[in-house]
């Protein structure tokens, strides 16, 4: 059940409403984490940017849970699924497993030179300026898997592959 925390949120899932409301055709797709190595806003860039401009440890929750999915395999993903043309609904697309943002930090950090130690946990509650989210996010993603016909990837494994 979706309880969504932030105007943002909110906004979100008012907007899923009406487009499944205008057809009953229509596809929501929803998504988790979603970065690219192309985009400049995107978690991992923003975290190599910091580790970059300081010597200092980098700051990362460690009580926020979800699947950091790269926006290429996406991609990928969406193209079969329209041509699959499944009947219309809500669908969850995003890599498999569970990881906290520290530790996805820290394989962000490993991955481009920086050692794990420049990463420090902390928790939500410390960032005043944060939209409110839930702690941990797990989308089920069988009926995409069902339509695509394979399992989707695993978020470690996409992310060496990707990033």
Known sequence: MCNPLSQYAQSKH???????????????????????????????????????????AVPVVTDLWGQPTPAELLARWILEFVFRQPPGGIFHAACSGLVSKHDWGVAVARRHGFSSGRISGTLQACFSNLAPRPPS???NCSKIELILGEKLKSWDLAFREFS
């Open 14 to 56: 008012a907007g899923e409403g009406a487009v499944l409301g205008a057809s009953e055709y229509n596809w929501v797709l929803r998504t988790s984490w979603l970065y690219s190595k192309k985009g400049s806003t995107n978690f991992p860039y923003r975290l190599v940017e910091r580790l970059r401009a300081t010597s200092d």
């Open 137 to 139: 996010v797990e989308l």
